[in-house]
């Protein structure tokens, strides 16, 4: 039996999150800042240094 590995694993956010925020990035070449208000918009409260790390 596999079990896959986390690579979220230690983060303060959970996966989903993350990928929410990446997808953001990177699909709609949002800058940081930008990202962060459209997660404070969902509720979700994080910093722009958060989202670059």
């Known amino acids: 039996m596999s079990t896959s590995i986390n690579p979220y694993r230690g983060f ?5 999150i993350i990928s929410e925020a990446v997808w953001l990035y990177r699909c709609f070449s949002l800058s940081l800042r930008e990202v962060e208000l459209i997660l404070a918009a ?3 409260e994080v910093s722009y240094e ?3 790390e």
């Open 50 to 52: 958060t989202i670059r």
């Open 42 to 44: 969902r509720g979700i």
């Open 12 to 16: 303060r956010f959970p996966a989903a």
